[in-house]
């Protein structure tokens, strides 16, 4: 063992701790009823209570179902399998994790169909923070894969909050992805997808990273067992190029829209400057730039404010000027 691995495992890798990080990680199944039963039960308990948050917008209530959610369990299991060269375990644990995402995206469907309120994909804050992922969010789940691979290898360290950490951006997105699919939101069921997506590429990553160096991978392979554990990392690395370019496209897309929202209301601004009107509300979606100003007296010209979005560089497809007529009257 080389010394960065006991200074990683905070000693030698103990046999006994590496057969738990099977059995938790579904690499080992010993007691197949007891095993899978748990797994499923307690992940159609975490998707009802979390797609439930979701429909209430409560953090709260998401928080919650993570303390049950086990799939992560699996994601953990495959890294872990990759790392020992058991190809069979590493297709199988991954089938399980698929299997784990398709009942998620199931029950999410049934819950949202049952609830009596729509969930609105507009202006819930618990379905905006999970449809628009970006490269922060790749950077955290590495993070919380790096702490949560490392706590199932070492006793002193909780798996319980890692896990908490990344499951918060495993499960909810995919009753994200569920409820968007049932009203019909297709870019927020592909957004809330792809955070899942990265969460899951990042828990490889991460995983390998740590089994790797804890010295996992050290024995030798058949050239079946090797070359079935290259084929999956360069899986795991051209899924890993698909994510980040993914996810640099919508960061992008996140800073210009920001940036053409700036600029919109500094023209805006300068506008209605030196009148008596101000602005009341201001929407600036898809090339569309909807206004509304209030106030008293001549309003300032539409066209003036065309002119000037123009000269700031924005191409807008339409402009909508709303002019609320304000009568003040002096009180004694």
């Not at 390998?208 to 991978?217: E, H």
């Not at 929407?283 to 002119?307: F, H, N, S």
Request: glycine residues 8%.
């Amino acid at each position: 063992m080389t010394w960065f691995a006991r200074i990683l495992l905070g000693g030698p890798l103990e046999p006994d701790v590496v057969i738990a990080a099977e059995r938790a990680g579904f690499v080992r199944v010993d007691e197949p009823l007891r095993q899978y039963s748990s797994f499923f039960l307690r992940l159609v308990t975490a998707a009802v209570i979390a797609t439930a948050g979701v429909a209430a917008d409560s953090a709260t209530t998401i928080i919650g179902a993570m303390l049950v959610a086990p799939l992560m369990s699996p994601m953990l299991g495959t890294a872990l399998a990759a790392a020992l060269g058991r190809p069979l375990k590493t297709l199988q644990t991954f089938a399980l994790t698929l299997v784990g995402m398709g009942v998620v995206i199931l029950v999410a469907v049934g819950v949202t169909a049952i609830i009596p309120v729509a969930v609105d994909m507009s202006t819930n804050t618990q379905v905006l923070a999970r449809t628009s992922p970006r490269l922060v969010d790749l950077i955290i789940a590495l993070a919380s894969g790096f702490v949560a691979a490392l706590a199932s290898v070492r006793r002193d360290i909780p798996d319980a909050v890692p896990g908490i950490a990344i499951s918060a951006s495993i499960v909810p997105p995919l009753c994200v992805t569920g409820a968007a699919l049932l009203e019909g939101a297709s870019a927020a069921a592909w957004g809330s997808f792809l955070l899942f997506v990265t969460n899951y590429v990042a828990i490889q990553v991460a995983g390998a990273a740590v089994y790797l160096m804890a010295g996992l991978g050290r024995r030798e392979f058949s050239v079946i067992e090797g070359r079935a554990r290259e084929l999956w990392y360069l899986g795991v690395a051209l899924m890993a190029l698909v994510v980040v370019g993914s996810l640099a496209t919508t960061s992008f897309g996140i800073v210009r829209a920001n940036d053409e929202l700036r600029r919109a209301q500094e023209a805006a601004s300068a506008w209605v400057e030196g009148t008596e009107y101000r602005i009341a509300r201001f929407e600036l979606e898809d090339g569309e730039l909807r206004l509304e100003i209030a106030g008293a007296g001549r309003a300032p010209r539409a066209e003036r404010l065309a002119r000037s979005l123009s000269r700031a560089g924005l191409e807008l497809d339409e402009l909508s000027v709303a002019v609320v007529a304000e009568e003040r009257i002096e009180l004694d």
